[in-house]
T-cell receptor
Framework: DTGVSQDPRHKITKRGQNVTFRCDPISEHNRLYWYRQTLGQGPEFLTYFQNEAQLEKSRLLSDRFSAERPKGSFSTLEIQRTEQGDSAMYLC???????????????FGSGTQLSVL | DAKTTQPNSMESNEEEPVHLPCNHSTISGTDYIHWYRQLPSQGPEYVIHGLTSNVNNRMASLAIAEDRKSSTLILHRATLRDAAVYYCILSGSAGGTSYGKLTFGQGTILTVHP
């Protein structure tokens, strides 16, 4: 078990460019989450997948953001036409959810730090 | 989402116990109480969770008030590696949303002095 892996760790881009981040969850985990964290704040939920299905998206997620999890394993988060306000840490987390209505424990990656110049 | 209230910061000395409080007066019957912590330059790390009864694990203990309107995370012997931001979070499946959809506040910054 290598934990949740995110790539790249850091990304610097110019305003207006597109960026894509990758997340590899813990292999047997069926749920995958994306969160965003700005300096001094707690993480904010963006979206989550159960297997390959995207089940919920936050209202924070503008049309410029898209996430996929095509085979129910790794996920990508793309931001189109980046803006300076997109600068943040993007965190991925995974969990093994059992259909028994029980609680989930999230395992987070170390995040991708995005800086938009 | 039900809200939690935590002190902005707390300090402790190494090898002493630390009690981190959390108020959640609007908690609903199906809300779990989670604690995560975040070390510098890392993602959050699960610490412990509970529903009604007190819980213990290798990292910490969670004491839950009888009315469930408050809880306390207990680190029995703080080490320098425990210096982090500690988040108290409620999560429930009301409305069919996921238990993993967590609403983080600003947390408590714990400083541990050698």
């Amino acid at each position: 078990d290598t934990g949740v892996s995110q790539d790249p760790r850091h990304k610097i881009t110019k305003r207006g460019q597109n960026v894509t981040f990758r997340c590899d969850p813990i292999s047997e985990h069926n749920r995958l989450y994306w969160y965003r964290q700005t300096l001094g704040q707690g993480p904010e939920f963006l979206t989550y997948f159960q297997n390959e299905a995207q089940l919920e998206k936050s209202r924070l997620l503008s049309d410029r953001f898209s996430a996929e999890r095509p085979k129910g394993s790794f996920s990508t988060l793309e931001i189109q036409r980046t803006e300076q306000g997109d600068s943040a840490m993007y965190l991925c987390a995974s969990s093994q959810w059992h259909n028994r209505g029980t609680n989930e424990k999230l395992f987070f990656g170390s995040g991708t730090q995005l800086s938009v110049l | 989402d039900a809200k939690t209230t935590q002190p902005n910061s707390m300090e402790s000395n190494e090898e002493e116990p630390v009690h981190l409080p959390c108020n959640h007066s609007t908690i609903s019957g199906t809300d779990y109480i989670h604690w995560y912590r975040q070390l510098p330059s890392q993602g959050p790390e699960y610490v412990i969770h509970g529903l009604t009864s007190n819980v213990n694990n290798r990292m910490a203990s969670l004491a839950i008030a009888e009315d469930r309107k408050s809880s306390t995370l207990i680190l029995h012997r703080a080490t320098l590696r425990d210096a982090a931001v500690y988040y108290c979070i409620l999560s429930g499946s009301a409305g069919g949303t996921s238990y993993g959809k967590l609403t983080f506040g600003q947390g408590t910054i714990l400083t541990v002095h050698p």
